[in-house]
């Protein structure tokens, strides 16, 4: 350090305080981000960096960085890539699966559609690329039209996707519907609490 401000090289002076006094704790705070809240490491790589020769931190703070990625990053980025492309998921067309099998696949009629309002449960269908399709409620939160949205009331076994998701869908898509008239007795059809229904 002497030496720079011998040098007189404000520049220099001014990477060195970057590089070896600010940008390791910035980055080291990015990198624990990563890690669960609860997790002891935030807390033990914190005081860790200050025992570290600092000469030696930034060094210290990639290597880091290299296992906060390996260990944290890669499933985040595996999950990502198994939902939005190697097993995408798209809902299926109840009315069309009605269309194809009328005596066996029987789904609400449009006056029955017409009657869901906010609170009550709806069933619908997933199609998995190279998985079974899955079946789950979903409780629905808002209504414009055939337009509606609702939470995930399932832990998906196929789909990938989370509990109390929010999820899109149209009343095309409805292929059962649990009405609920008196949410503080409990429901007022089928128990839409059990696990997913593996299509």
């Not at 590089?19 to 990015?30: E, K, Q």
């Not at 981000?33 to 020769?53: G, I, T």
């Not at 006056?111 to 906010?118: G, H």
């Amino acid at each position: 350090m002497s030496e720079l401000l011998q040098a007189g090289s404000g520049w220099a002076l001014f990477g060195a305080l970057l590089v070896w006094g600010l940008l390791p704790g910035l980055v080291l705070d990015v990198i624990l981000r990563a890690y669960q809240q609860d997790d002891p490491r935030r807390r033990e790589l914190r005081a860790e960096l200050y025992a570290v020769p600092r000469w030696e931190r930034p060094f210290w703070v990639f290597q880091q960085l290299e296992v906060a990625l390996r260990e944290e990053g890669y499933p985040f980025v595996s999950w990502w890539f198994r939902r939005w492309i190697w097993h995408r998921a798209r809902l299926k067309s109840g009315v069309e699966l009605n269309r194809s099998h009328p005596e066996t696949f029987l789904i609400p009629s449009k006056e029955e559609k017409e009657e869901i309002q906010v609170g009550d449960h709806v069933k619908l269908m997933w199609q998995v690329r190279g998985l079974p399709g899955e079946r789950m409620w979903v409780a629905v939160t808002s209504r414009a039209g055939d337009e509606f949205s609702g939470r995930l009331m399932n832990d998906p076994i196929f789909v990938y996707a989370t509990f109390d998701e929010r999820i899109r869908f149209t009343a095309d898509h409805i292929i059962d519907y649990d009405r609920r008239e008196d949410p503080e007795s409990g429901t007022d059809g089928t128990d839409c609490s059990d696990e997913a229904d593996a299509a």
